[in-house]
């Protein structure tokens, strides 16, 4: 190093011929030999002067003029890499996994992302909230927003539809924000359709079939009939885990770690060389 470095510097300083090169450099200074930081003890003898006052070290400014000299051009304060894109990340899985649950912890502990609110004709639920949970809707309203293209996916889900608003994320995304979707397999089987890999798709899963029927049952939302149906449904959808791209256990009494298993995802997919482009 110290050998190229003084090889180099007693060489004739050649200007470089680019354009760019600002014109107060040209009168920036040069390190030479002799400003090079080096200690007393570091100092070869051959070139020890008797009473030799120690030498000025360069400041930072000037090293970096310096060296800005011998590339050519000045250092650019721009990002080496652009921002990452915006993603969208549909979370999945059969009913009474804790789709729900992971989401709005996701929503006290992660900023930066929106939540599509769906809109749906089933009627609400004790403690669900219009416009916070789902939007909650008419037939006659969500068949109309059907006749004008206003959703990006929709589907009769237990006799009821639900649909996915596409202004809504169209706003979020020119706004910079990352967009969450939460649909059952059936939705999430159409939208891989019609995003492709240019979203990221994740299945919950509970860590037994019977934590996940007692889940339900606990719910005590559904009636023995409705359970009886999403129970069996969900045997059957487990079968499109190798359809997503990643998969996360939300096992009893561990909603933290599934909801950090997912900002995991989202903190890889940010971190991706090759980034998704989603168009809608
Ligand atoms: N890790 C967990 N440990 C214990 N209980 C949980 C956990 N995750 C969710 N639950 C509970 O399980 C029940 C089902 O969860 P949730 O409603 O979030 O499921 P879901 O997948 O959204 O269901 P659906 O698709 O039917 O709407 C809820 O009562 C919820 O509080």
Do not use: W
């Amino acid at each position: 190093m110290f050998h190229r470095l003084s090889s180099s510097f007693s060489r004739s300083i050649i200007f470089p011929k680019s354009r760019s090169f600002p014109q107060h450099l040209r009168h920036a200074p040069i390190l030479s030999y002799s400003s090079l930081k080096m200690t007393d003890t570091q100092t070869p003898d051959n070139l020890k002067t008797p009473n030799s006052s120690p030498i000025p070290s360069p400041t930072k400014p000037e090293t970096l003029r310096s060296l800005e000299f011998q590339m050519g051009s000045c250092f650019s304060v721009d990002p080496i890499i652009p921002p990452p894109n915006q993603i969208v990340i549909v979370i999945s899985g059969p009913s009474g996994v804790g789709k729900d649950a992971v989401i709005n912890k996701l929503r006290e502990v992660r900023q930066g992302l929106h939540f599509v609110v769906t809109a749906t004709s089933r009627p609400m639920r004790p403690g669900e909230v219009d416009g916070k949970d789902y939007f909650f809707v008419s037939r006659e309203q969500f068949l109309s927003m059907v006749e004008k293209e206003e959703l990006l996916e929709y589907a009769l889900v237990y006799g009821e539809y639900k649909g996915i608003p596409k202004k809504q994320i169209q706003e979020f995304m020119a706004k910079g924000e990352d967009i969450v979707l939460r649909v059952d397999i059936q939705g999430a089987q159409t939208l891989r359709r019609i995003l492709g890999s240019s979203a990221v798709f994740v299945f919950i899963v509970a860590e037994s079939e019977l934590a996940m029927v007692e889940r339900l049952i606990d719910r005590k939302t559904e009636s023995q009939e409705e359970l009886l149906v999403r129970v069996a449904t969900a045997r059957e959808e487990v079968r499109h885990l190798k359809k997503f791209d990643y998969v996360v256990v939300n096992a009893k009494g561990r909603l933290d770690d599934a909801v950090n298993r997912v900002e995991s995802i989202i903190d890889a997919e940010k971190s991706k060389v090759h980034q998704r482009v989603v168009r809608i």
